[in-house]
């Protein structure tokens, strides 16, 4: 029930196109909730890929395959949530000349860049 009350009190400051900046304004449980819905987004992306390239036949887009990649390393190498976190807040503190793009896009290029180490 408190984690429910926690995410209606800390939704309305998480803006879709959040970035850098408003990422590390948003506190660690802003951060845990939204780095949690980008994997939960990702992650639905990558069981429709799944079902569309079996059923259908069709090809993944670049962004599918970036996802696809991603959520294999992730399963593959058995990451944890916090370990997925660190990655994520490394590679932003690491990169302030880039606090202005969509954190989601720091996140995806975060995770690609790991596993493809």
């Given at each position: 029930?408190?984690?429910?009350?926690?995410?209606?009190?800390?939704a309305?400051?998480?803006?879709?196109?959040?970035?850098?900046?408003?990422?590390?304004?948003?506190g660690?449980?802003?951060?845990?909730?939204?780095?949690?819905?980008?994997?939960?987004?990702?992650?639905?992306?990558?069981?429709?890929?799944?079902?569309?390239?079996?059923?259908?036949?069709?090809?993944?887009s670049?962004?599918?395959?970036?996802?696809?990649?991603?959520?294999?390393?992730?399963?593959?190498?058995?990451?944890?949530?916090?370990?997925?976190?660190?990655i994520?807040?490394?590679?932003?503190?690491?990169?302030?000349n880039?606090?202005h793009?969509?954190?989601?896009?720091?996140a995806?290029?975060?995770l690609?860049?790991?596993?493809?180490?």
């Amino acid at each position: 029930m408190s984690l429910c009350i926690a995410c209606v009190l800390i939704a309305p400051q998480v803006a879709f196109s959040l970035d850098g900046t408003g990422y590390k304004d948003i506190g660690e449980a802003g951060q845990i909730l939204y780095i949690g819905g980008v994997l939960d987004g990702w992650h639905h992306m990558y069981e429709l890929s799944k079902f569309k390239f079996k059923q259908e036949g069709l090809a993944p887009s670049p962004v599918e395959k970036v996802v696809v990649h991603i959520e294999n390393c992730i399963d593959d190498r058995h990451m944890q949530f916090e370990q997925i976190k660190a990655i994520i807040d490394k590679y932003r503190d690491d990169h302030p000349n880039q606090w202005h793009y969509r954190m989601s896009w720091m996140a995806l290029k975060s995770l690609q860049d790991a596993c493809n180490e």
